[in-house]
């Protein structure tokens, strides 16, 4: 992970965070509000660490939500896995069908190409024509196992190389990271069936 100017301690933030974003919704809010926590808040923190410690930039690149080392030849962004990730002998594949910008991503990894280098913005990254074909588009892939009060965060660092019908079917390098421990799961908030009183002094 040095090589590509990352590390652990910027990765597993952003699930833990992720994880307790998620427990924030309730059985009244939408069905996939706990997902979408998750995913913004692993995208937040993903970029928040790399920007504090290491100088990257946020990148809104061909609809992916990135971030991106100074250099803008590596860019790191989020994906919810299957059962294998994080499993050395078995790829996973992503839980959910991608969009046609995973597969673009694949398809400049899978090709080795010349890198270019240029100064950033102060603020978020912007690429020209060669820096988008150049860069490297990597995803911190995650997924979770709810066992009791327990969570296991199965995850790891991988670069795709081909996506079919919106899946990924081959990953051109792959990083497993440590499994990450969370318990104390608390059921969400629900409201009561009887109504609470808060006397309130009107002056």
């Known amino acids: 992970m040095a090589d590509l100017g ?16 998620r427990r924030t919704a309730t059985p009244n809010h939408p069905a996939n509000t706990s997902g979408t926590r998750a995913y913004q808040e692993h ?8 920007i504090r410690n290491e100088g990257w930039q946020r990148l809104l690149h061909d609809h992916l939500e990135l971030v991106c080392n100074p250099e803008k030849s590596i860019a790191i962004g989020v994906m919810i896995g ?5 499993n050395h002998r078995h790829p996973p594949t992503n839980f959910r069908r991608r969009g046609a910008a995973t597969a673009r991503a694949a398809e400049r990894n899978s090709v080795q190409l010349e890198l270019f280098l240029s100064s950033p913005g102060p603020d978020e990254a ?10 490297q588009i990597w995803f911190l ?8 009060d327990a969570v296991h965060i199965h995850s790891e660092l991988s670069l795709p190389a081909q996506v079919e019908h919106g899946f990924v079917v081959r990953w ?9 421990e969370m318990d104390g ?12 009183d808060i006397p309130v002094d009107f002056r």
Do not use: C, F, W
């Not at 912007?126 to 860069?135: F, I």
């Not at 799961?185 to 609470?196: K, L, R, V």
């Open 6 to 21: 990352t590390k652990l301690e910027y990765l597993h933030p952003a699930l833990y965070a992720g994880e307790a974003a």
């Open 43 to 50: 995208v937040r923190v993903l970029r928040e660490e790399h």
């Open 82 to 86: 299957d059962a294998a990730t994080g």
């Open 126 to 135: 912007v690429l020209s024509d060669n820096e988008a074909e150049a860069l």
């Open 141 to 148: 892939v995650s997924y979770r196992v709810q066992t009791g």
């Open 172 to 180: 051109k390098r792959r990083i497993p990271l440590p499994v990450l």
């Open 185 to 196: 799961i608390e059921p969400p908030d629900e409201d009561g069936h009887e109504e609470i």
